[in-house]
Nanobody, 126 residues
Framework: QVRLVESGGGSVQAGGSLTLSCVAS????????MAWFRQAPGKEREGVAF????????NYADSVKGRFTIIRDNAKNTVSLQMNSLEPEDTAMYYC???????????????????WGQGTQVTVSS
C-alpha cells in the first residue's frame, strides 16, 4: 500500500512557475515508479510526466516538454514537478501516481497506476 500526499498547487499568471511536491509512504520507495497526471474540467485525466526507478529515466507529454521537469529524491521519498512558462492550458487538478511491481508497460496509461494522491489544483490566468 502506497500513500501519496501532494502539495504546492496554486494560482499563477501565464509565464509564471510553480513546483508541485508529492510525498510517498508505505512502500520501498526506490522500487516505485512515479508520475504526475492532470485533469481539466470536462477532460480525461492525462499523463504529464513520469520518472522510473534507478536510473530515474523521465518521460513527458509533448505539451509540457521543455517546460516541466520531474525529479525524484529517494532519500526523502518525494517526487516533484517543476513547472515553468505556465500557460492557461495547464490549468487542471494535478495528481501524483505510483506504480509498483509488476510494472505497467506504458507510462501515460492511468490504469497502470494503483495509487493516487488527492490532487492539487493549478490555475493559470492569462
Amino acid at each position: 500500500q502506497v500513500r501519496l500526499v501532494e502539495s504546492g498547487g496554486g494560482s499563477v499568471q501565464a509565464g509564471g512557475s510553480l513546483t508541485l511536491s508529492c510525498v510517498a509512504s508505505g512502500y520501498t520507495y526506490d522500487r516505485v515508479r512515479m508520475a504526475w497526471f492532470r485533469q481539466a474540467p470536462g477532460k480525461e485525466r492525462e499523463g504529464v510526466a513520469f520518472i522510473s526507478t534507478y536510473p530515474s529515466i523521465s518521460n513527458y507529454a509533448d505539451s509540457v516538454k521543455g517546460r516541466f521537469t520531474i525529479i525524484r529524491d529517494n532519500a526523502k521519498n518525494t517526487v516533484s514537478l517543476q513547472m515553468n512558462s505556465l500557460e492557461p492550458e495547464d490549468t487542471a487538478m494535478y495528481y501524483c501516481a505510483a506504480d509498483t511491481p509488476p510494472y505497467g508497460d506504458l507510462w501515460h496509461v492511468r490504469e497502470n497506476y494503483s495509487y493516487w494522491g488527492q490532487g492539487t489544483q493549478v490555475t493559470v490566468s492569462s
